[in-house]
Structure formats: C-alpha cells, structure tokens
C-alpha cells in the first residue's frame, strides 16, 4: 500500500518560512518523480516544484528563488523549503509521487496547510 505523508505546515507571517517534508512509503522511492502541489481557496491545484529520482528540479515562476526542493532517497522522503513566504503562498500543499514511465502509478498525498498572514 503506498502513502504519501505530508507534515511541516502550518500559521507563519509573511516573510517567514517553513520547510515541508512527504515521507513516502510503498513505492521504489527513487525511481519516482517526486512533486509538490498547492490548492488555494477557489483555485485550481498547481504545481509547484518537481525533483526527478537524479535530482533535477524545476519550479513554478512564483517559487524560483524561493523554495527549494529536495530529496533524501535513503529516508524516502522530499522536503520543500519554503522562504520569504507571502500571503498568496496560501493554500494546502499535496505531495505528488509520480513514476515517469508508468503514468498509472501516481500517488498523492492528504495535503498540508499552509497559511500565510500579512
């Protein structure tokens, strides 16, 4: 059975920061493509930084210089590292494992609020 279980949000002011961590298990950890997703209120889920099983990573425009994604592959577990936090960073963030070859074998997370107050 595979789970995906988020932690690390939580009520921060703006400028502040937060680092979320998805422990996964039930799944070849690293060889899944391991996303962050957020939901805002009344808006469509988005993606919001993405690191391959090598490492790679690539950020949604809003995040880049920012957050910062990363993976332990011995702890089976990705971490988004999230600074100078605004107040649209509002929204509960999914952690989203995804195989790049094998497009039925994609998991999620319940989600982890983040809010941002000004």
């Known amino acids: 059975q595979v789970q995906l279980v988020e932690s690390g949000g939580g009520l921060v002011q703006a400028g502040g920061s937060l680092r979320l961590s998805c422990a996964a298990s039930g799944i070849t950890f690293g060889n899944y493509n391991m996303n962050w997703y957020r939901q805002a209120p009344g808006k469509q889920r988005e993606l919001v930084a993405v690191?391959?099983?090598?490492?790679?990573?690539t950020y949604e425009d809003s995040a880049k210089g920012r957050f910062t994604i990363s993976r332990d592959n011995a702890r089976n577990t990705v971490y988004l590292q999230m600074n100078s936090l605004k107040p649209e960073d509002t929204a509960v963030y999914y952690c989203n494992a995804e195989h790049p070859r094998i497009g039925r074998w994609n998991y999620w997370g319940q989600g982890t609020q983040v809010t941002v107050s000004s």
């Open positions: 690191i391959s099983g090598g490492g790679t990573t």
